[in-house]
């Protein structure tokens, strides 16, 4: 049942905004008519009462698909996109709540929300604290339709946010998703300093507008737009200016190989680049790379021997995947967190891309990113260590039988959380023994064990990130390498000995469920 304009009375009492307090002022952004209501009541409703409020509008039959979609747009309305991240995953992480909803059983789908929403309160409470950022509406004359991409590349490339907001704006009302899309894979992938957050915030957004609908797409893309413009063209953040990155080398190599918006590669590219096929030796050879080579020369060196058919664009993925979860492995924190992240957020725009040179692009960038990561990471207090992913630890061999599988999940839940070395070669371990037992459900298993601790025992909105990503991961690398990459795993997800998050716990009683 849809949220009517009069309201709902949840299970706390608390009326749902009336039509008349719900109507947006001038200088606020407006959103489409049927979810205005409820986006209201989720900004209005304090923090300690949201659990009984949202447990209200469930009974009363408000639609997962409307309470999904009101989350991610009290965000959008309500927190500052600049920087994006920090307080602003309330919105990164409203895809990831949704996947992981889609993987818990029955009577847990709903706990992912329940989390969201405390998770919104938290960052909109910060936000009124950092200036009370809200998302204005439109303003000034917006440029013609047949100019509108013009004016949104000219205002993207002088960083200019008031000229890209009325192009975006411009696009949305009179262009196609997938044509939009297609234009802002590249401008989420051009600039790595927030740490990777700006692939990723492209990728979230497109996967949760194909869920709760397109006709959210304005403010959303408006909000992404004011993110991919943080920073500007000079400053310089961990460790990077704009112009020092990779981005325009990749640009230029990119234009020289491939007609830029053509369907089809050129004919002096290989025509099977992208197709499935990779070898360990070459991996092997490209995460040396990444490990000794400067930025650029490993860009230009992926990118020449890609051009000669020397191996394809799996290859590539393989190493770039090996060489987020090494950098995790190496440093776990934040850093190490989203290394995996934006390689999955760039692999996912490779994958949904439709132009050639786009794809290549996104992949050039991927493999920049990690090696500046790597720079990066090396000046931060502790620095490196010396772990290297293709290599097992002396000392840290965990081998299950073939016959207690069960056992060998629960070594690495047990372990997570309590000694990362141990969990992390328990880890490698089941991926070995699915690999060698040809039992490939195995990691399926454990990726469905994982997301109902995360559903449980989340603090942070990177459990429901990292532990998204490290699994969409995991089916992304070829076969040979998935041990290495699950290795990485446990090192930010929870285990059966967490805590059950508060929320969560008054969420399950709220709906009769504890």
Known sequence: MALGASGLLGATGLPAVAADKSRVTADLVRLDAGIEPLVRLLERT?????????????????????????????????????????????????????????????????????????????????????????????RGRLPAPEKAWDEFRAAMADWDEQRADRAIVALVRSRGAHEIIEGLWEYGARDYRNIGHKPIFVANTWRTLQTIGWQHAEPALRSLVLGLLDYGKAERVNKFAFTDQVFLGNRRFVDAVMPPGSQRSSSRWPANWSRPGSQVSRVSGLVEAMRSLDPHACCRLVG??????????????????LMAGELMIRQPGIYGIHTVTSANALHTAYQLAALPATRLLLLLQAVGWMVQFREFMATTRG?????????????????????????????????????????????????????????????????SAVRQLIARKATD????????????????????????VLAAAPYFLRGRKDPDTPVVTRALDALGAG
């Open 46 to 138: 304090p923090r300690t009462q949201c659990v009984g409020m949202l447990a209200g509008q469930v009974r009363q039959g408000v639609p997962y698909r409307q309470l999904l979609a009101a989350l991610f747009l009290a965000g959008i309305r309500n927190v500052n996109p600049q920087p994006p991240g920090y307080k602003f995953h309330c919105v990164f992480v409203i895809h990831a709540a949704h996947q992981l909803s889609l993987d818990l059983p029955a009577d847990q789908r709903l706990l992912p929300l329940f989390w969201a929403l405390d998770n919104f309160k938290v960052s909109q409470a910060k936000d009124i604290e950092e200036g009370d950022f809200n998302l204005a509406a439109v």
């Open 304 to 321: 020449e021997r890609l051009g000669k058919g020397e191996f394809r664009a799996q290859a590539a993925w393989d190493a770039v995947h």
């Open 383 to 447: 620095g490196l260590n010396k772990s290297d992913i293709l290599v097992r630890p002396p000392g840290r061999q965990v081998k299950p039988r073939p016959d207690d599988s069960r056992s060998a999940i629960e070594a690495v839940l047990g372990a997570i959380g309590q000694d990362a070395g141990t969990a992390a070669a328990a880890a490698r371990g089941l991926g070995e023994l699915a690999a060698a037992s040809k039992q490939p459900a195995l990691l399926g298993d454990f990726a």
């Open 461 to 484: 909105a990177h459990h429901y990130k990292y532990g998204m990503a490290i699994f969409e991961n995991l089916d992304r690398v070829s076969p040979a390498f998935r041990p290495h």
